[in-house]
């Protein structure tokens, strides 16, 4: 188990782990943080070895990614590579031992990256060159690990859409078929399955938001699920 904590000085907390049933105390697997900074979100790699998180550990206001082995054996090592003062990981992914994440390591464009839990290959972008006021939002790994669907403005930088790549970055699908005149994807859902994803986004008429679905790999048609565009309420999916 994984918990936080400010055992070794008061409010600020960092992070622990212990066995279950294990009643000795906790072994402090993070450093801690300066003064305002904490640590954000945490996970477990598939073996347990390390657990990777984030938090303004190292500067106030700037989000890094850190791993560390579950024992304390050897201290936490920064997973992000070089990034520019004032940048942030905004998002990560564990699958198996690799982490998947989502920063702006140059303080201008937002893309997707991929690297090894324990800090042994560099970081690997996945998402393809972006122009000026282009990026990547948020993202979801398949269930069954093979694809990657994200959020992004690579067609114009004006409208979000949706699309899908492999965990290579190989294979970009572009899942949505435009988007009117200030519409966007707002939110995607992937099927327990892997194959089908569920969307929301006002794509047809601005600010009328409506249902859509696509195959994951871009085959396949681009289905309206539910369209009314005498209604202009939002789906949560």
């Given at each position: 188990?994984?918990y936080?904590a400010?055992?070794?000085?008061q409010?600020?907390?960092?992070l622990?782990t212990v066995?279950?049933?294990d009643?000795t105390?906790?072994?402090r697997v993070?450093?801690?943080?300066v003064?305002n900074?904490?640590?954000?979100?945490?996970a477990?790699?598939?073996?347990?070895?390390r657990?990777v998180y984030t938090g303004?550990?190292?500067?106030?206001?700037?989000?890094?990614?850190f791993?560390?082995?579950?024992?304390?054996?050897?201290?936490?090592?920064v997973l992000?590579?070089t990034?520019a003062?004032g940048t942030d990981?905004?998002?990560f992914?564990v699958?198996?031992n690799?982490?998947?994440?989502r920063?702006?390591?140059?303080?201008?464009?937002?893309?997707?990256?991929r690297?090894?839990a324990d800090?042994s290959s560099g970081?690997?972008r996945?998402?393809?060159?972006?122009?000026?006021?282009?990026e990547?939002y948020?993202?979801?790994l398949?269930?069954?690990g093979?694809?990657i669907?994200?959020?992004a403005?690579l067609q114009?930088?004006?409208?979000i859409?949706?699309?899908?790549?492999?965990?290579d970055?190989s294979?970009?699908?572009?899942?949505?078929?435009?988007?009117?005149a200030?519409?966007?994807?707002l939110?995607f859902?992937?099927?327990?399955?892997s194959r089908?994803?569920?969307?929301?986004?006002d794509?047809?008429?601005?600010?009328d938001?409506d249902l859509?679905?696509r195959?994951?790999?871009?085959s396949?048609?681009?289905?309206?699920?539910e369209?009314d565009?005498t209604?202009n309420q939002?789906k949560d999916?």
């Amino acid at each position: 188990v994984a918990y936080l904590a400010d055992q070794t000085t008061q409010g600020r907390f960092e992070l622990y782990t212990v066995r279950v049933n294990d009643a000795t105390t906790g072994t402090r697997v993070s450093t801690t943080p300066v003064a305002n900074g904490a640590i954000f979100n945490f996970a477990f790699t598939s073996d347990s070895s390390r657990v990777v998180y984030t938090g303004d550990i190292l500067v106030d206001g700037e989000t890094r990614l850190f791993s560390a082995p579950v024992d304390g054996s050897t201290p936490q090592v920064v997973l992000n590579g070089t990034m520019a003062a004032g940048t942030d990981v905004t998002q990560f992914e564990v699958l198996g031992n690799t982490v998947f994440f989502r920063a702006n390591p140059d303080g201008v464009t937002n893309h997707i990256y991929r690297v090894l839990a324990d800090g042994s290959s560099g970081r690997l972008r996945l998402t393809p060159n972006f122009d000026t006021d282009e990026e990547a939002y948020n993202f979801a790994l398949s269930p069954d690990g093979t694809r990657i669907v994200y959020r992004a403005n690579l067609q114009d930088s004006t409208k979000i859409e949706l699309y899908s790549m492999r965990l290579d970055g190989s294979d970009n699908q572009r899942l949505t078929i435009g988007a009117s005149a200030g519409g966007n994807v707002l939110s995607f859902q992937i099927a327990p399955d892997s194959r089908t994803v569920v969307f929301a986004g006002d794509l047809l008429i601005d600010e009328d938001i409506d249902l859509f679905s696509r195959p994951i790999d871009g085959s396949g048609i681009f289905t309206v699920l539910e369209y009314d565009a005498t209604q202009n309420q939002a789906k949560d999916i």
